[in-house]
């Protein structure tokens, strides 16, 4: 968990779950927007797995991914970029070289906005155990080196298959029951005012015991994105779904 709070925008575009790739190329379309001043933003909040796969041990992902980071490190000279890192786009400091990033480690991310204390998390830091081993698996910097050479000896085979299985899957499930499980996942856990995450693609809220719940609707889904906005008294975020040519 980070320690210093961030502060949080008034009119912060948010942004979570694009698994971006050659199969999704719609997020492009919208930080070319932002670069290019067409929707003004004072500050972009990525909520982690913007890409489907980008992993910053792996060279080759760079290199399939190389317009948007480009994209990306050309708006982070402009405004803040703040990045938590996902369950499919880690250890990217090395990527974004101007972007605050925020691995798991470091999540929930404490942010303040208009004297209200905020969570930020991509949402998989607080797995069950084979999940949390899962994931500590797949960040191993052994495990990511042998990956990238067995990669490359079979001509990156290995993640072209994974590129094409991440392009079928179904990332606009209904969770049910999932007001319960956020309740006894971190209901007692956290004291604040909003507790913010993506992952689970619910785009929902409620209130649980100690905060109000935001859950990010994906912008792989119909290409929603979040403005802050303090007028809303009680959702904090204003969606917006974003379409080439608004």
């Known amino acids: 968990m980070s320690l210093n709070p961030i502060d949080l925008k008034e009119g912060a575009c948010i942004i979570s ?15 070319q927007d932002i670069e290019a001043d067409k929707l003004a933003v004072t500050q972009l909040i990525f909520m982690g797995d ?42 990217l400091q090395k990527v974004f070289l101007h972007v605050k990033v925020f691995p798991i480690q470091n999540q929930p991310v404490l942010a303040q906005y208009n004297r209200k204390k905020v969570y930020l998390a991509h949402g998989d830091f607080a797995g069950e155990n084979l999940y949390s081993l899962y994931t500590s698996f797949i960040r191993n910097p052994i495990i990511l080196y042998c990956l990238k ?3 490359m000896a079979f001509n990156h085979a290995i ?10 899957k179904e990332d606009c499930k209904k969770f049910e029951n999932f007001h319960e499980f956020i309740e006894q996942r971190l209901g007692l856990k956290y004291e604040c005012d909003y507790f913010i995450e993506g992952h689970f693609h619910q785009n929902i809220s409620f209130d649980v015991k100690n905060f109000h719940y935001i859950n990010l609707g994906a912008f792989a889904c119909n290409q929603r994105y979040f403005i802050v906005k303090s007028e809303q008294k009680k959702e904090l975020l204003e969606e917006k779904k974003f379409s080439k040519g608004m």
Do not use: C
């Open 149 to 151: 050479y067995i990669d």
């Open 159 to 168: 993640l072209k298959k994974l590129d094409a299985y991440l392009g079928k």
């Open 17 to 31: 779950d694009a698994h971006y790739s050659h199969l999704r190329p719609e997020l492009l379309a919208l930080l």
């Open 50 to 91: 913007i890409f489907d796969a980008l992993f910053g041990s792996i060279e080759f992902t760079w290199k399939q991914n190389k317009q948007m980071i480009a994209l990306i490190d050309s708006i982070s000279k402009k405004i803040e970029v703040i990045y938590l890192e996902g369950n499919h786009d880690f250890n």
